[in-house]
């Protein structure tokens, strides 16, 4: 019922940026969090950051607090990770989820907490 569908990707420069949009439908009029995950090699899918469906509060994770920064734009549907200071361990997959919250609040900050997923958005850094 949901779809998300996320692009963006491409190759970059260690050092360099990546903004990475993933663009949601469905029932968006109701309280929907997002978050951004990365898969770089084999099964587990690593969390990056969340942000709650008002976009007042976000997380991330320590490998990369204050160089990503998440935001949406509920009007347009989308949500988007502003990615500079790139390195090359940041090369992988990037996946964004969504997932109904019972609060606007509310930043999911693991795997199982969402449902809903994009197809992934390859990302990769040279070094």
């Known amino acids: 019922q949901v779809q998300l569908v996320d692009s963006g990707g491409g190759l970059v420069q260690a050092g360099g940026s990546l903004r990475l949009s993933c663009a949601y439908s469905?029932?968006?009029?109701?309280?929907?969090?997002m978050g951004w995950f990365r898969q770089a090699a084999g099964p587990e899918r690593e969390f990056v950051a969340a942000i709650s469906w008002n976009g007042g509060n976000t997380y991330y994770a320590d490998s990369v607090k204050g160089r990503f920064t998440i935001s949406r734009d509920n009007a347009k549907n989308t949500v988007y990770l502003q990615m500079n200071m790139l390195k090359p361990e940041d090369t992988a997959i990037y996946y964004c989820?969504?997932?109904?919250?019972?609060?606007?609040?509310?930043?999911?900050?693991?795997?199982?907490?969402?449902?809903?997923w994009g197809q992934g958005t390859q990302v990769t850094v040279s070094s």
């Open positions: 989820a969504a997932d109904y919250v019972g609060s606007p609040s509310f930043v999911p900050r693991r795997r199982y907490q969402y449902n809903y």
């Open positions: 469905g029932r968006t009029i109701s309280n929907y969090a």
